[in-house]
Structures are given as C-alpha cells and as structure tokens.
C-alpha cells in the first residue's frame, strides 16, 4: 500500500532556509502535497506539484520532486518564527479520493 | 477559517458509550472525507462520499463506526460502543470535481476523548 515517510524534527534559525524532505512508495501517485499545521488550527495546504512537474515556486516556498527516487522536498526561504508548525507531505493517485499523508516534520524556528 | 465546519470542537465520553460528529462541507462541494489523526502521526484517511455515495471505506473503519451523507451536503461520523484507541482528532475535509487535484479544504476537527 501507500506510504509516505518524513523527518520528525527539523530546526533552524530565523531567517536560514528550511528544506524539508519526504519520501513515498507509490509510483501512481500523481499529486504530492504540502500541508501546514499550527497548534490549534486546522491543516492548510501550502502548496502542491503534479507529477510530470520537477519544481514548483511560490513565494518563498520551493518544492524540488525526484520522481524517479520518489523524493519530495520542500525549501523555505527565509524561514521565520511564524513559519514555526507541523508539516505535512501527501500523496493522491489521479483518480483516487483519499490522500495518504507523512506523520509530519516539526519545525522549530529559533530567533 | 477554511469554510468547513464541525461539531462539536470537543467531545469527552466513557468507553461503551456512543457519539455522533457532524461536518458540514463548502456549499457547492461534492467530495466530502474523513479522516482520523492520533497525537505525532499524520490523518489517516476514513472514508469518503461523493455527493450522497460512499465510495471508499478504509480497513480503519471498523463496523463500529458509520458514516452518512444523505442529502449530499452534511455528514455525520458515529462511533458505537467507544473504545480509549478511538481517542483521536476526527478531520473532515471536502473538495470540488471529480479527479484530478481537487483541494482538500479541511475543517478544524472533533478532539474525541474517550475515559
């Protein structure tokens, strides 16, 4: 079945860039995603890439995809205290309903 | 505030007892999920409608718990008989179109405790 494995913990100092990684097993997955979790709020999607992509750029965020080696990663320019959170990578087949998502990486950003 | 809404935030119960989750999805989607997220792991998908249909069930979904949407906009998560593993964020999410991307706007949750 899917999976999708990621880093627990991951932290930086305001201001550095972040890189985030994320590896998955299922070759028909089409979309991968990447979510953001704050305490207490809900999950919010940051960003996405379709698989025929290598990378995606928006704003600060950078998702660099290596289908081949089934890598996912995410690059936080700047990184600031406020992009302190969970992050979570998932994976969608094209026609599949459900995401499969990581256990999420804990960024902790240190002024 | 994504659109989505559940109810209620926050459920304490005792084992043996049953509950009922309600969600109510952005108005004009027709997909709507479930998931289940325990605390330092990722949701793990529950099921799934599209309008009134159910079209998937995950292995999770033990005949403990029921899903519905019967109108097609609504839907309800009931847990019979609760268990302490079923203690958990119960996630629902909806989304627009059939196939392709179709962004997963999620709500805030049900925090299910159960003593």
């Known amino acids: 079945g899917e999976d999708v494995e990621q880093s627990l913990f991951l932290s930086v100092r305001e201001g550095d860039s972040s890189v985030i990684n994320c590896t998955y097993t299922?070759?028909?997955?089409?979309?991968l995603y990447w979510y953001k979790q704050e305490p207490g709020a809900g999950l919010q999607l940051l960003t996405y890439i379709f698989s025929n992509m290598d990378m995606k750029q928006d704003q600060r965020l950078t998702v660099l995809l290596n289908k081949k080696d089934k890598h996912l990663s995410l690059r936080i320019a700047d990184t600031q205290t406020g992009d302190s959170a969970i992050y979570f990578c998932?994976?969608?087949?094209?026609?599949?309903?459900?995401?499969?998502f990581g256990d999420g990486t804990t960024l902790t950003v240190k002024p | 505030d994504t659109g989505v809404s559940q109810d209620p935030r926050h459920k304490i119960t005792k084992r043996g007892q049953n509950v009922t989750f309600r969600c109510d999805p952005i108005s004009e989607h027709n997909r709507l999920y479930w998931y289940r997220q325990t605390l330092g792991q990722g949701p793990e998908f529950l099921t799934y409608f599209q309008n009134e249909a159910q079209l998937e069930k995950s292995r999770l979904l033990s005949d403990r718990f029921s899903a519905e949407r019967p109108k097609g906009s609504f839907s309800t998560l009931e847990i019979q008989r609760t268990e302490q593993g079923d203690s958990a964020m119960y996630l629902c999410?909806?989304?627009?179109?059939?196939?392709?991307?179709?962004?997963?706007?999620f709500g805030p949750g049900t925090r299910l405790t159960v003593l």
């Open positions: 998932a994976e969608k087949g094209s026609n599949a309903g459900k995401s499969t």
């Open positions: 999410a909806s989304s627009q179109g059939v196939g392709g991307h179709n962004e997963q706007f």
């Open positions: 299922d070759s028909s997955s089409t979309y």
